[in-house]
């Protein structure tokens, strides 16, 4: 089977979305052909490893504006039938246009990822653009999308509020763990072994709320003396620098370690004895699989959109600066606890595998081929809803 991906960007440095591309191309090539269409935006960033799974295709970009690259349309239109599916991701780019164009085919199924970007904290994001697409005729885009494909089930009722009428697939994000070196980030960070590690590995921006988190470790800080917290992502932002300023300030025993690279991050998360996220919201978190897969406990808001953790007994869901202060406190300190909570968080990673989340994309391709569309609801992966 050929299956088609198209994004506007292969850049490791755009954060989760662009991550979910890179999982479900190598994760689909391990059984299919998979190409891979982009812009040459940020082309310095790509994965090296994604060209050896997925044959990448790099389309010259017009501008900066909109990742607006004009051989991609042509393209599209001149080779869908070479693929079973057309898989377009980010609906408010050029890219998300040209997908729209390109569908309704009748020779294969064109699905729109919507990876969150109809949440409502998203959609306030560039607010006026968004309400300008849909005056625009954005519905009727989205509606021409042979589907949408969400990656979780909390994304179903904004999708639909934005006037979608065509079937809504529950396909959660698949981890792809690396092979890691544990002690790597010990030994570079100069720390003894019983030193707690807590990480915080995601993008700087208000939306992940990253300095209320800060504030948090600096409650945990003044009870928990063995503990230090460490930031790994791009903080070069202006948000990045106000969180990096409050740590400076507050004496927060805090290392920010930067953009790391694929192995970096799962050595980062072999010496971490847990994870904490505090994002105002999230579709499915590709930071929170990856650390569950890596058996890491995870305290997380509940915004995060992953319940399955509390459900599990993988980690703690938290609604507030105070509890996230406090659930952080509190593991460190219970060590069976947390071991119980690490194993909890590899099984329930088995949900995630790439078997898993593979085989569920491929049933979505033979669903949309297919002229009985179900209409039970259901959050199972795979299910039209």
């Given at each position: ?13 755009m ?9 479900l ?8 052909e998979?190409?891979?269409?982009t ?17 990448v ?20 239109l ?16 050029a890219?998300g ?11 294969c ?12 904290v ?16 954005g ?22 509020a ?6 809504i ?55 928990t ?10 903080a ?11 740590a ?8 920010f ?15 971490s ?8 919201q ?14 890491v406990p ?13 459900v599990?007994d993988?980690?703690?869901i ?10 952080t ?53 795979g299910?039209?809803?």
């Amino acid at each position: 089977m050929r299956v088609l991906l198209v994004a506007p960007s292969l850049s490791l440095r755009m954060g989760g979305s662009i991550a979910s591309v890179y999982a479900l191309g190598k994760l689909l090539s391990k059984q299919h052909e998979v190409h891979l269409w982009t812009t040459d935006h940020d082309a310095a960033y790509i994965d090296p490893a994604i060209r050896e799974a997925c044959r990448v295709r790099l389309f010259r970009r017009l501008g900066g504006v909109g990742f607006m690259a004009p051989g991609m349309l042509p393209a599209l239109l001149s080779n869908t039938s070479e693929f079973a599916s057309i898989n377009v991701f980010h609906f408010w780019t050029a890219v998300g246009l040209f997908g729209g164009l390109v569908a309704p085919r009748e020779d294969c199924p064109v699905f729109v990822h919507s990876q969150g970007i109809f949440l409502p904290v998203a959609l306030s994001h560039h607010g006026a653009r968004k309400r300008a697409a849909q005056a625009l005729g954005g519905r009727r885009l989205l509606n021409r999308f042979s589907g949408v494909i969400a990656c979780n089930i909390s994304e179903i009722p904004g999708i639909r509020a934005w006037g979608c009428q065509k079937p809504i697939y529950v396909l959660p994000n698949a981890v792809l763990p690396l092979t890691a070196e544990r002690g790597v980030f010990r030994r570079q960070l100069e720390l003894p072994g019983d030193v707690r590690i807590v990480t915080f590995l995601n993008r700087f921006d208000p939306i992940k709320r990253t300095l209320e988190l800060a504030q948090a470790f600096r409650i945990v800080q003044d009870s928990t003396q063995n503990v230090i917290f460490v930031f790994a992502g791009d903080a070069g932002s202006d948000y990045g620098r106000e969180v990096q300023a409050y740590a400076a300030a507050s004496g927060l025993r805090a290392r920010f370690l930067g953009y790391l690279g694929p192995q970096e991050k799962w050595n980062l998360l072999a010496d971490s004895d847990m994870l904490c996220q505090f994002s105002l919201q999230e579709g499915h978190s590709n930071a929170l699989t990856e650390a569950i897969a890596a058996g890491v406990p995870v305290i997380a808001s509940r915004g995060c959109n992953f319940e399955e953790i509390g459900v599990e007994d993988a980690g703690l869901i938290v609604d507030s600066v105070e509890e996230m202060a406090h659930a952080t406190t509190r593991l460190p300190r219970d060590e069976p606890m947390r071991r119980g909570m690490a194993e909890n968080a590899k099984r329930l990673a088995q949900r995630f595998t790439p078997a898993a989340i593979g085989a569920a994309y491929v049933n979505i391709i033979e669903q949309a081929r297919s002229s009985r569309w179900p209409l039970a609801a259901s959050s199972s992966a795979g299910t039209v809803l």
